[in-house]
């Protein structure tokens, strides 16, 4: 850039430009179990055919599962999406949680609830935020068309990024929390030592959770367990997962 702002991190990378949005929170809060995941119209905007979503076109959801009592520090703790595909308008409409309905009980404990965020850039998915006003005060970034980039505005509360996972480990058949999955890859995430595992989110977008006529069964998901402050991320293939953490 020949003029503008950039700041950059401490490993040199630039985060707040004056040229590229910046993912703010969308929404957040605590869902039922079985309920629309998200907010606004709980979809994916430009979905494909057949629910592929088109991620770079997209917000981005984040949960983990939630119990006002806390779960036990051995247990597994199953983080599931049942994804539906509608029509055109809805196109790919999520619910916290599996179906059971059609594809068993969850393993105990069943989460009861969800805590979870929503991230998009400005003026992205239907997603304008909130204009600031002459009593504001803060810090915000313009384009050069005069579209909000960032704005501290909108930071009542801001997510931030804590780990990458990519499951590279394949196993034909793998066994966690009570439950068998078939031809998955599998990655860990371990939060640092004295922190809460039930204070890191994943990225759920491509969540899924499948039982076939052989009743083998095959998913996206993580699975929870608070002892050893792991996330172990199950997949179908190699995707990227995203551990996020929610700032307030």
Not at 35 to 49: D, E, F, H, L, M
Not at 176 to 191: H, K, P
Not at 202 to 229: M, T, W
Request: hydrophobic residues 30%; aromatic residues 14%.
């Amino acid at each position: 850039m020949s003029y503008g702002i950039e700041i950059k991190n401490v490993d040199n990378n630039a985060i707040i430009d004056g040229e590229n949005p910046q993912f703010l929170i969308r929404g957040a809060g605590t869902a039922n179990f079985g309920s629309i995941a998200g907010t606004g119209y709980g979809t994916i905007p430009n979905s494909g055919n057949s629910g592929n979503g088109n991620l770079l076109g997209s917000d981005f959801l984040f949960g983990v599962p939630y119990s006002s009592s806390g779960f036990s520090s051995t247990a597994y703790v199953h983080f599931e999406c049942t994804r539906i595909v509608g029509a055109v308008l809805s196109r790919l409409v999520r619910r916290w949680g599996r179906n059971e309905s059609n594809q068993g009980s969850t393993p105990s404990p069943k989460p009861p609830s969800y805590k979870w965020f929503q991230v998009a850039p400005p003026n992205s998915n239907g997603f304008t935020p909130p204009a600031s006003l002459s009593t504001d005060y803060g810090f915000e970034v313009y384009s050069s068309s005069g579209d909000t980039l960032f704005t501290t505005a909108q930071l009542v509360a801001f997510g931030t990024l804590h780990g990458i996972i990519t499951p590279t480990t394949f196993s034909t058949s793998f066994s966690i929390g009570g439950e068998t999955y078939s031809s998955a890859y599998t990655a860990t995430f371990i939060s640092p030592s004295g922190t809460d595992i039930y204070d890191y989110y994943v990225h759920c977008n491509d969540f899924v959770y499948e039982i076939n006529p052989g009743n083998l069964r095959f998913a996206i998901k993580a699975v929870y367990h608070g002892q050893s402050r792991t996330i172990t991320i199950i997949s179908t293939s190699p995707f990227t997962f995203l551990i996020g953490f929610i700032r307030t």
